[in-house]
């Protein structure tokens, strides 16, 4: 066996589809050049639990590649090493799968690698999809000023030269032949016998950074990587994980301090840790920057809105009454009022995406409502008129509405267009019939998938993969405990969940029993309006009970100061239950009294999840008092 080729994949099916279609040209086009055959090559997929039909795919259009299907994201490494271990090349090439091979580009490497016995490793100029030269086609060991050079952006001033540039390698021309130190893990051939000698992959790099680690180990061990500019790739980069996301930032430096702690010593490794660190710290400073300006966006331009309305409104209130108001105390109480607003819409979660609409209104009209009733309590340079407040809430709903409509891409009422169904084999067609009978569901119009109860894990990836509009849990086969966590972990997206209880045939969301397929059941208690109102809570009853101090002490219960000092300062929550770490790693503080409490394990999820799908923070308080005036907590 000649050449064993290895791709890894995740949810990129078009991407594997034509990057395989071009392996296999170049592996027709090495056989008519050669005198090696089609059996000399032979070709793996590692599927790291792909959900968009990646499998299905390859064993349908391509049954000569050897699949592995994994039943967990094992990660970069480990998938490539599974092949690697029962691969039987002279030669191993692991390739990305949003790459395209040229037809001569295996027939190069192999003329190549065969005049060069000393290669260990050899990387080829690697392009984007638009055409451009990828500058990590060709690298240097990454030392702590080559490091900083690269993070920094000073490598830009001389991109050429080795001083400032030897992160890439600037001083090697990308059109000639070179000696280099670090390949590229999108296309890294490989001598099978340099990796006996230098083992493996290291496992402990989940992503990124193991083929900087492997490429020195490669030079370490005697051996020498090379840049061959006689073909080309495309390589479309980053289709599994975007670039510019504070988790890719994560990931990449993480992999970075694995690297530092493994091959540098002393002060070189404490710079390395140092550079690194900052640059974390920097990249997370403005990724949140960047959330809080975009967040920001929206209040401010629907405030500017509702303070010019209300001014608009006062002139032509004026005009009609002939009454001459003082514009100087308006600019005051119309600053107030729409603070005011823009702060209970806040309160509410308007703010928070997706907008549900329900949320939205209930902020507008809350916040109207308890302007109009206390308007009489305001100082007298604050009131101007019931009237202007009750077209300012009209304005203001129209603002919202409309700008949302307009700009913010925001649909009313929109139905989902695809439906996942979440079950075990015999509910799921129960579901099905039960949609049917109680709405206008049609499979033959609509686009539905179906997960089972052990597949659960994978729900993100399935929402996002087939961009799943609405997900119908079944309340028989799935535990509640596993719908909460899978409800926090779509917290963010726009998706309608709902849970289908066929035992007694109805549909709940979260206004409750009923046919309409937008009722949301909005992550209740992992929302960010629910989590900001529980928060609130928790600060304002625990000020009120360590206020209430001398009469805790004389009542025989002080521990409930201890307790108010542990809730305010974040340590705890008063009212909650203990549910296993999410996928997205929503933090639970632990929790001093327990909603319900029952030895049936199925009673208490169904009760939690009644908690968690509709939590109002009076529950939260009335469960407080009772503890409170029973003395019920250890």
């Not at 309160?347 to 997706?354: M, Q, T």
């Not at 649909?411 to 049917?436: M, N, W």
Request: proline share 3%; hydrophobic share 45%; aromatic share 12%.
């Amino acid at each position: 066996m000649k050449l064993s080729i290895i791709i890894v994949s995740y949810n990129v099916e078009a991407f594997l589809t034509q990057c395989l279609i071009s392996v296999y040209r170049a592996i027709s086009h090495l056989s008519d050049e050669t005198s090696l055959s089609g059996s000399d090559v032979e070709v793996f997929v590692v599927d790291n639990i792909s959900v968009d039909g990646t499998c299905k795919m390859v064993e349908e259009r391509f049954p000569s590649v050897k699949l592995i299907k994994n039943q967990d994201n094992v990660g970069f490494s480990r998938a490539n090493n599974q092949a690697i271990r029962v691969s039987k090349g002279e030669y191993i090439l692991l390739l990305n799968p949003d790459t395209v091979v040229q037809e001569d580009t295996f027939l190069e490497c192999i003329n190549y690698a065969d005049k060069n016995p000393k290669l260990g490793g050899l990387g080829v100029p690697m392009f984007d999809g638009s055409g451009t030269y990828l500058p990590e086609s060709k690298r240097g060991i990454p030392t702590p000023w080559a490091s900083f050079c690269r993070i920094s952006g000073i490598f830009r001033l001389a991109s050429k030269t080795k001083k400032l540039n030897s992160y890439y390698a600037g001083h090697l021309s990308p059109n000639e032949n070179h000696q280099i130190e670090v390949l590229s893990g999108a296309f890294m051939w490989m001598r099978k016998s340099t990796l006996d000698a230098v083992g493996l992959l290291d496992e402990d790099f989940f992503m990124y950074g193991e083929d900087i680690d492997l490429s020195w180990r490669i030079i370490k061990g005697g051996w020498e990587n090379h840049y061959l500019a006689g073909t080309r790739i495309i390589h479309y980069k980053g289709e599994s994980t975007k670039k510019g996301s504070l988790n890719y930032v994560s990931i990449f430096y993480k992999a970075m301090l694995i690297f530092a702690a493994k091959h540098f010593e002393g002060g070189q490794a404490t710079i390395y840790n140092f550079i690194i660190r900052i640059a974390i710290y920097a990249r997370a400073g403005i990724s949140i920057i960047r959330r809080l300006v975009s967040r920001a966006c929206w209040p401010f331009i629907e405030g500017a809105a509702l303070y010019l309305g209300l001014f608009a409104l006062l002139n032509f209130y004026a005009d009609f009454t002939g009454i001459d108001y003082n514009w100087n105390q308006a600019q005051n109480a119309f600053g107030i009022y729409s603070a005011f607003w823009l702060f209970v819409l806040w309160l509410f979660g308007g703010y928070d995406k997706p907008w549900i609409p329900r949320r939205v209104m209930q902020g507008i009209v809350v916040g109207s409502l308890v302007l109009i009733a206390g308007y009489g309590l305001l100082p007298e340079e604050l009131r101007f008129s019931r009237a202007i407040l009750l077209l300012g809430a009209l304005w203001f709903a129209t603002v919202v509405v409309l700008g949302r409509i307009t700009f913010g891409g925001w649909r009313l009422g929109a139905k989902p267009t695809s439906r996942l169904i979440v079950s075990g084999d015999s509910d799921a067609i129960e579901i099905k019939k039960l949609l049917q009978a109680i709405e206008s569901f049609d499979e033959r119009t609509e686009a539905t998938t179906v997960i089972s109860v052990e597949e659960i894990s994978t729900i993100e990836d399935v929402v996002r993969v087939h961009r799943i509009g609405e997900v119908v849990f079944s309340g028989r086969d799935v535990r509640a405990t596993d719908i909460i966590t899978a409800l926090s972990n779509l917290a963010g997206r726009t998706v309608v969940c709902r849970i289908a209880w066929t035992d007694d045939g109805s549909v709940m969301g979260a206004g409750g029993p009923g046919p309409d397929p937008v009722t949301e059941l909005d992550r209740a208690i992992y929302g960010p309006s629910a989590r900001r109102t529980k928060r609130l809570f928790d600060i304002m009853s625990s000020l009120v009970l360590l206020l209430s101090t001398p009469i805790l002490i004389i009542t025989g219960r002080s521990k409930w100061i201890s307790l108010s000092l542990r809730v305010i300062t974040g340590k705890a929550t008063w009212v909650g239950f203990d549910i296993p770490p999410s996928k997205n790693e929503v933090k639970h503080r632990p929790s001093i009294i327990k909603p319900f409490d029952t030895d049936d394990d199925r009673v208490q999820e169904r009760l939690n999840l009644a908690y968690a799908r509709k939590y109002n923070w009076f529950e939260d308080m009335k469960l407080v008092l009772q503890a409170l005036l029973l003395q019920s907590v250890n």
